[in-house]
Every structure is written in structure tokens, then in C-alpha cells.
């Protein structure tokens, strides 16, 4: 079946400009995570998402950043004024349950910030 | 989630079982292992988890100290399409439903032809 999806593939903005990234994840997959993974980190934890609701934005690395998801289905992550240190490749995780150990991962959005 | 400890990079030849160690001396009772691995360019994959006893799936085996505190993740016949970034994570089960995982910078394997 399909797997997580992520559009755009890639995006290249210009500092201050505002994005937003797509995420469609499994069908019938309740939890979706956002995380971003800098050149040379790891992958650094953003919002975990439980149907449409978010109980946990922690990671959420300033308030120019949002994230909805809406009919517990496709989830946007939005950056407002971005700057430069935004440049990541932002991946989306889903998964079927609650306390679901398998996270299923979409090939992520490479954001660029020139 | 505490921290593990991964060598940065291996190689590992073609056919040859891939080795890949991991400590995590501060592993709390309720903590699982889990392997997840990144092929360039596209997102992390889940592998094996566990939590004291050996497990083997179709992709790996885990192997878990008595004591808990390394484990290791055995690719019996390596192939080049295991060339990837291996990260060992662990992490309490969560009653809320919360997994979010924290991951290290791995191990960068390389299988070599």
C-alpha cells in the first residue's frame, strides 16, 4: 500500500518568506510526528500529533513555527519569516496507534533558505 | 529518552554478517532497544526492537547484554543495499501514545563489494 508522502520534495525560499510542507501520512494511521534532521545530525523531535489534536508541540524550535492536522488525516508544518538556520530536511512519521512502537517515515521535504 | 553510544562508521564486506554495536549504560527497566536505519536521501526505517530477550526478524537479529546496558545488530549477509546510517534509539512505551523518538548521529555503514 502507499506509504507516507511529503510534498514538496524540495523547496527553496528566500529569508523572511513563509512556508508551508505537506504531509499525507498511512490511512487510518492515528499519531503523525514531524521532526527535522539538520546536514550531519540526527533527527531532532518537532510535534507529535494524535488524530487532530497535539499534545505535545516541545520540540517546536519557536514560535514561527505552527503545525495542524486536519480530519486526523494530512498534517501542514508552517514556517513564518524564515531564516537561515530553518535550512533541514523535515521528515513526517506515522503510525497506526497509540503506543505503537514502528514509525513509518516519508522521504522528507528538503528546505532551503538562501 | 538517554543517550547511546555508536561508532560513527564501519565497513562491513559484501555476504559477511555486519556487526553494529551499541551502549546504553543508562537504560532505565522499562526502556525497549529499538534499530532504525537511513538510506541516503530518504526517511529512517524501522528495523527490530526489544527489550532483555535476543530477537530476529527478516531483516536482522538484536542481541541484548543480561545486564541491558549494549546491545548489537546483526545483518547475517550484508548486501550493498545496506549501506546506510544505523541508529540504535531506546525508549519507554508510552500509556499516552507519545513515541516520539530521539536519535543520535548512528553509525554510518558502509558495505564494501
Known amino acids: ?114 | 529518552d538517554a543517550k547511546t553510544t555508536q561508532p560513527p562508521s564501519m565497513d562491513c564486506a559484501e555476504g559477511r554478517a555486519a556487526n553494529l554495536p551499541c551502549n546504553h549504560s543508562t537504560i532505565s527497566g522499562n526502556e525497549y532497544v529499538y534499530w532504525y536505519r537511513q538510506i541516503h536521501s530518504q526517511g529512517p526505517q524501522y528495523i527490530i526492537h526489544g527489550l532483555k530477550n535476543n530477537e530476529t526478524n527478516e531483516m536482522a537479529s538484536l542481541i541484548i547484554t543480561e545486564d541491558r546496558k549494549s546491545s548489537t545488530l546483526i545483518l547475517p549477509h550484508a548486501t550493498l543495499r545496506d549501506t546506510a546510517v544505523y541508529y540504535c534509539i531506546f525508549h519507554a512505551i508510552s500509556n499516552f501514545g507519545n513515541e516520539k523518538l530521539t536519535f543520535g548521529t548512528g553509525t554510518r555503514l558502509t558495505i564494501i563489494p
Open chain 1, 1 to 114: 500500500g502507499a506509504g507516507v508522502s511529503q510534498s514538496p520534495s524540495n523547496k527553496v525560499t528566500e529569508k523572511g518568506k513563509d512556508v508551508e510542507l505537506r504531509c499525507d501520512p498511512i490511512s487510518g494511521h492515528t499519531a503523525l510526528y514531524w521532526y527535522r534532521q539538520s546536514l550531519g545530525q540526527g533527527l531532532e523531535f518537532l510535534i507529535y500529533f494524535q488524530g487532530n489534536s497535539a499534545p505535545d508541540k516541545s520540540g517546536l524550535p519557536s514560535d514561527r513555527f505552527s503545525a495542524e492536522r486536519t480530519g486526523g488525516s494530512v498534517s501542514t508544518l508552517t514556517i513564518q519569516r524564515t531564516q537561515q538556520e530553518d535550512s533541514a530536511v523535515y521528515l513526517c512519521a506515522s503510525s497506526q496507534q497509540k503506543s505503537s512502537y514502528e514509525q513509518y517515515f516519508g522521504p522528507g521535504t528538503r528546505l532551503t533558505v538562501t
